[in-house]
C-alpha cells in the first residue's frame, strides 16, 4: 500500500520570502510518480509539480522547485518569492499500481 | 478546450434516494478516476478506470459504484446514499497509466440529509 504523509497541517510565510513544505511517501512500487497540487478557496486542483521518481534531478517549474530525496522518501516543496496567490492548501501525492494516493495537506497562508 | 466535466457541481438530497453524479472528459483518455475530499483526510481514491469495461476500487469504494462504457465517460452511482457520504467529490482523467497531466474536474459538493 502507498502512503503520503504531510507533517505541517499549516504553515504561513512573509510575503517575497521562501517557504518549503514537507512530504514523505512510502510505496513498494519501483516506478511511479510524485505531484504537488495547489488547491486555492474555488476547491479547483492545480498541478504544481511532477516529478519522475527515475529521474534524479528534481524538478522545477519557475518559483516552485522540489528537493526529492529518493532513498529517504522524502519529496519536499520549496516556494521561492512567495506571493499572495500562493495562498491555499497543498497537496502531495503520489502515483503508483494505478492508485493516485494524496497526502493530507498543508494550508499556507501568505503574510503581507 | 481540454476539460473534465462533472455534473451536478451541488446537490443536496435525503438518505437512500439514488443518485448519479456523470463524469466527462473530452481528451480521449484511457484513465479517469474518482475521489471524495474531506476536511483533514485529502483526498482518497474511490474507484479507476483504466480504459473501457476495466473498472478496479481504490481505498474507499463501499457505498459507491461504477461503469466504464465508453471512454469518454464515467458516472459514480451512490445507489443508497448515507450521511456519510456528505463530501466534496472529484473526477479526473489521465492520458495513460503513467500520467502525462492528470486532470481534475471542478468537484461536485454532496450532501446527504
Known amino acids: 500500500a502507498q502512503t503520503v504523509t504531510q507533517s505541517q497541517p499549516e504553515m504561513s510565510v512573509q510575503e517575497a520570502e521562501t517557504v518549503t513544505l514537507s512530504c514523505t511517501y512510502d510505496?513498494?512500487?519501483?516506478?511511479?510518480?510524485l505531484f504537488w497540487y495547489k488547491q486555492p478557496p474555488s476547491r479547483q486542483m492545480i498541478l504544481v509539480i511532477r516529478?519522475?521518481?527515475?529521474?534524479?534531478q528534481n524538478a522545477t517549474e519557475n518559483r516552485f522547485s522540489v528537493n526529492f530525496q529518493k532513498a529517504a522518501k522524502s519529496f519536499s516543496l520549496k516556494i521561492s518569492d512567495s506571493q499572495l496567490g500562493d495562498a491555499a492548501m497543498y497537496f502531495c501525492?503520489?502515483?503508483?499500481?494505478?492508485?493516485?494516493?494524496f497526502g493530507t495537506g498543508t494550508r499556507l497562508t501568505i503574510i503581507p | 478546450e481540454a476539460q473534465v466535466t462533472q455534473n451536478p457541481r451541488y446537490l443536496i438530497t435525503v438518505t437512500g434516494k439514488k443518485l448519479t453524479v456523470t463524469c466527462s472528459q473530452n481528451?480521449?483518455?484511457?484513465?479517469m478516476s474518482w475521489y471524495r475530499q474531506d476536511p483533514g483526510l485529502g483526498l482518497r481514491q474511490i474507484y479507476y478506470?483504466?480504459?473501457?469495461?476495466?473498472?478496479d476500487k481504490g481505498d474507499v469504494p463501499e457505498g459507491y459504484k461504477v461503469s466504464r462504457k465508453e471512454k469518454r465517460n464515467f458516472p459514480l452511482i451512490l445507489e443508497s446514499p448515507s450521511p456519510n457520504q456528505t463530501s466534496l467529490y472529484f473526477c479526473?482523467?489521465?492520458?495513460?497509466?503513467?500520467?502525462?497531466?492528470?486532470?481534475f474536474g471542478e468537484g461536485s459538493w454532496l450532501t446527504v440529509v
Open positions: 510505496t513498494s512500487e519501483s516506478d511511479y510518480y
Open positions: 479526473a482523467s489521465s492520458p495513460t497509466r503513467l500520467f502525462g497531466t492528470i486532470y
Open positions: 501525492a503520489s502515483f503508483g499500481n494505478e492508485k493516485l494516493t
Open positions: 481528451m480521449n483518455h484511457e484513465y
Open positions: 516529478q519522475e521518481a527515475y529521474k534524479q
Open positions: 478506470s483504466m480504459n473501457v469495461e476495466v473498472t
